[in-house]
Protein backbone atom coordinates (compact mmCIF):
# COMPACT_ATOMS: atom_id res chain seq x y z
CA UNK A 1 0.00 0.00 0.00
CA UNK A 2 1.60 3.37 -0.37
CA UNK A 3 2.12 5.87 1.75
CA UNK A 4 -1.08 8.63 0.33
CA UNK A 5 -3.32 5.20 0.38
CA UNK A 6 -2.33 4.48 4.45
CA UNK A 7 -3.23 8.51 4.94
CA UNK A 8 -6.23 8.15 3.49
CA UNK A 9 -6.94 5.31 5.40
CA UNK A 10 -6.21 7.28 8.82
CA UNK A 11 -8.18 10.38 8.00
CA UNK A 12 -11.16 7.98 7.20
CA UNK A 13 -10.70 6.14 10.41
CA UNK A 14 -10.49 9.93 12.33
CA UNK A 15 -13.08 11.56 10.39
CA UNK A 16 -15.78 8.09 11.45
CA UNK A 17 -14.33 8.31 14.77
CA UNK A 18 -15.06 12.51 15.70
CA UNK A 19 -18.37 11.78 13.19
CA UNK A 20 -19.25 9.00 15.89
CA UNK A 21 -18.14 10.99 19.13
CA UNK A 22 -20.20 14.30 18.34
CA UNK A 23 -23.50 11.78 17.35
CA UNK A 24 -23.07 10.30 20.62
CA UNK A 25 -23.04 13.14 22.64
CA UNK A 26 -26.07 14.97 21.25
CA UNK A 27 -28.74 11.87 21.33
CA UNK A 28 -31.48 13.06 23.67
CA UNK A 29 -29.94 16.13 24.10
CA UNK A 30 -32.78 18.51 24.92
CA UNK A 31 -31.79 22.35 25.31
CA UNK A 32 -33.56 22.57 28.80
CA UNK A 33 -34.88 20.93 31.98
CA UNK A 34 -38.61 21.73 30.97
CA UNK A 35 -38.00 20.22 27.23
CA UNK A 36 -36.41 17.23 28.90
CA UNK A 37 -39.52 16.76 31.31
CA UNK A 38 -41.56 17.29 28.74
CA UNK A 39 -39.99 14.66 26.11
CA UNK A 40 -40.16 12.21 29.41
CA UNK A 41 -43.84 12.78 29.69
CA UNK A 42 -44.79 12.04 25.83
CA UNK A 43 -42.92 8.92 26.09
CA UNK A 44 -44.92 7.92 29.65
CA UNK A 45 -48.28 8.59 28.06
CA UNK A 46 -46.70 6.10 25.36
CA UNK A 47 -46.55 3.05 28.07
CA UNK A 48 -49.29 1.09 29.30
CA UNK A 49 -51.65 1.59 32.57
CA UNK A 50 -52.14 -1.00 35.16
CA UNK A 51 -54.29 -0.84 38.21
CA UNK A 52 -52.60 -1.03 41.83
CA UNK A 53 -54.10 -2.59 44.50
CA UNK A 54 -54.41 0.20 47.92
CA UNK A 55 -56.30 0.36 50.83
CA UNK A 56 -58.49 2.82 48.93
CA UNK A 57 -59.43 0.09 46.47
CA UNK A 58 -58.06 0.05 43.03
CA UNK A 59 -55.97 2.79 41.39
CA UNK A 60 -54.97 2.78 37.58
CA UNK A 61 -51.70 3.74 37.21
CA UNK A 62 -48.64 4.20 33.94
CA UNK A 63 -46.39 1.61 34.21
CA UNK A 64 -44.18 4.46 33.28
CA UNK A 65 -42.45 7.56 35.34
CA UNK A 66 -40.23 10.36 35.08
CA UNK A 67 -38.30 11.45 37.98
CA UNK A 68 -35.48 14.35 37.98
CA UNK A 69 -31.93 13.00 39.47
CA UNK A 70 -30.60 16.49 40.63
CA UNK A 71 -27.91 16.82 37.98
CA UNK A 72 -28.85 16.91 33.86
CA UNK A 73 -31.13 14.06 33.41
CA UNK A 74 -34.33 13.10 34.03
CA UNK A 75 -34.92 8.84 34.31
CA UNK A 76 -37.47 7.19 32.59
CA UNK A 77 -38.66 4.84 34.95
CA UNK A 78 -40.59 2.01 33.99
CA UNK A 79 -42.53 -1.32 35.71
CA UNK A 80 -41.21 -3.75 33.20
CA UNK A 81 -43.21 -6.61 34.25
CA UNK A 82 -46.63 -4.75 34.95
CA UNK A 83 -49.65 -6.04 32.53
CA UNK A 84 -52.19 -3.93 30.83
CA UNK A 85 -55.24 -4.26 33.22
CA UNK A 86 -53.95 -6.76 35.52
CA UNK A 87 -54.33 -5.61 39.35
CA UNK A 88 -51.27 -5.68 41.07
CA UNK A 89 -50.45 -6.17 44.81
CA UNK A 90 -47.39 -4.57 44.82
CA UNK A 91 -45.36 -2.68 42.50
CA UNK A 92 -43.68 -5.00 39.32
CA UNK A 93 -40.01 -4.46 39.23
CA UNK A 94 -39.23 -0.93 37.91
CA UNK A 95 -35.70 -0.52 35.49
CA UNK A 96 -34.61 2.40 33.91
CA UNK A 97 -35.69 2.32 30.41
CA UNK A 98 -34.59 5.67 29.18
CA UNK A 99 -32.11 9.16 29.80
CA UNK A 100 -33.28 12.10 28.64
CA UNK A 101 -30.46 14.69 28.77
CA UNK A 102 -30.27 18.49 28.81
Same mark, same amino acid.
Not at 6 to 9: F, T, Y
Not at 78 to 85: F, L, Q, Y
Given at each position: M???L????K???L ?12 I ?13 ? &?? !??N????K ?6 N %???Y?R $?C ?6 Q???W? &?? !?????K???NY???? %?????H $?
Open positions: SGSKILEMNVILTISTILVSCSNKYASLDAANQACL &NW !KRGITFHKTIFG %IEVS $FEYDGKKILGE &NS !KAEKGVHQPERI %IKKRF $F
